[in-house]
């Protein structure tokens, strides 16, 4: 979804069923998906990574 709005991301490692401890340390869960913009702090549940989506890609075409 990232890649059809033009949006520019990076990707992080995740084992999965492990404990992912720099993940925890920065988004507070152990298991992904995790989206973060700009200072606000990390989603994880579809809906708010949907609408986060949403918000940056209309962001960033009033940029």
């Not at 720099?22 to 998906?33: K, Q, R």
């Not at 549940?45 to 890609?57: F, G, H, K, P, T």
């Amino acid at each position: 979804m990232m890649e059809h709005k033009g949006l520019a991301f990076r990707v992080g490692p995740q084992a999965a069923g492990g404990e992912n401890p720099e993940l925890v340390s920065w988004a507070g869960i152990n298991s992904g998906p995790v989206v973060a913009w700009q200072d606000e702090p990390p989603v994880n549940r579809w809906n708010e990574i949907v609408l986060l989506l949403e918000r940056s890609a209309v962001l960033k075409c009033h940029v």
